[in-house]
T-cell receptor
Framework: GENVEQHPSTLSVQEGDSAVIKCTYS??????FPWYKQELGKRPQLIID?????GEKKDQRIAVTLNKTAKHFSLHITETQPEDSAVYFC??????????????FGQGTRLTINP | DGGITQSPKYLFRKEGQNVTLSCEQN?????MYWYRQDPGQGLRLIYY???????QKGDIAEGYSVSREKKESFPLTVTSAQKNPTAFYLC??????????????FGSGTQLSVL
């Protein structure tokens, strides 16, 4: 089955600097890669996703890149702000034995933005 | 927000006791999921259901049971067979069984602790 590894587990950056979180996956059949943000005490929420037919996607200060050959994808946050402090999870699809697609999550990265 | 409600917010289990976590959604979603969140381990899938009266085991189903008698409801029972039940449990839903790679909407979670 699919295995998703996420690094680093914790990341601390100065406000205004960029942050990069990286994930690798094992199943070459995976074709959907979302990123979820979970603020302290709140539910995870989707912030950006990418499908396997594109290599990069941007939404204001966040971007995701995908390298299908190397089976890795990354989240990039530029001009970081205090409200970016949260735990970020990457995920990749896994095809079940019954043909259903379900998400496998990485271990999470706790991002702290220092003022 | 999100239209998916979990209750209770906190739950305590005694030795040998079964407990049930509630998850209700009013988003008219076909698919529903239960995830377990432990520190440093990300989100792990317990059970998922693509349609009423059907559900499948996820990666860590042992010691848990579910039912899907109604489209809106997907309760999770933590049985006495689950020896390490202390964790944060998240319920989620997505649009439909015939549509894959869709956004997950999460509930606010239930923290289960053992007395």
């Amino acid at each position: 089955g699919e295995n998703v590894e996420q690094h680093p587990s914790t990341l601390s950056v100065q406000e205004g600097d960029s942050a990069v979180i990286k994930c690798t996956y094992s199943d070459s059949a995976s074709n959907y890669f979302p990123w979820y943000k979970q603020e302290l005490g709140k539910r995870p929420q989707l912030i950006i996703d990418i499908r396997s037919n594109v290599g990069e996607k941007k939404d204001q200060r966040i971007a995701v890149t995908l390298n299908k050959t190397a089976k890795h994808f990354s989240l990039h946050i530029t001009e970081t702000q205090p409200e970016d402090s949260a735990v970020y999870f990457c995920a990749a699809t896994q095809i079940s034995g019954r043909g259903a697609q379900k998400l496998v999550f990485g271990q999470g990265t706790r991002l702290t933005i220092n003022p | 927000d999100g239209g998916i409600t979990q209750s209770p917010k906190y739950l305590f289990r005694k030795e040998g006791q079964n407990v049930t976590l509630s998850c209700e959604q009013n988003l008219n979603h076909d698919a529903m999921y239960w995830y377990r969140q432990d520190p440093g381990q990300g989100l792990r899938l317990i059970y998922y259901s693509q349609i009423v009266n059907d559900f499948q085991k996820g990666d860590i189903a042992e010691g848990y049971s579910v039912s899907r008698e109604k489209k809106e409801s997907f309760p999770l029972t933590v049985t006495s067979a689950q020896k390490n039940p202390t964790a944060f449990y998240l319920c989620a839903s997505s649009i439909g069984r015939d549509r894959v790679n869709e956004k997950l909407f999460f509930g606010s979670g239930t923290q289960l602790s053992v007395l």
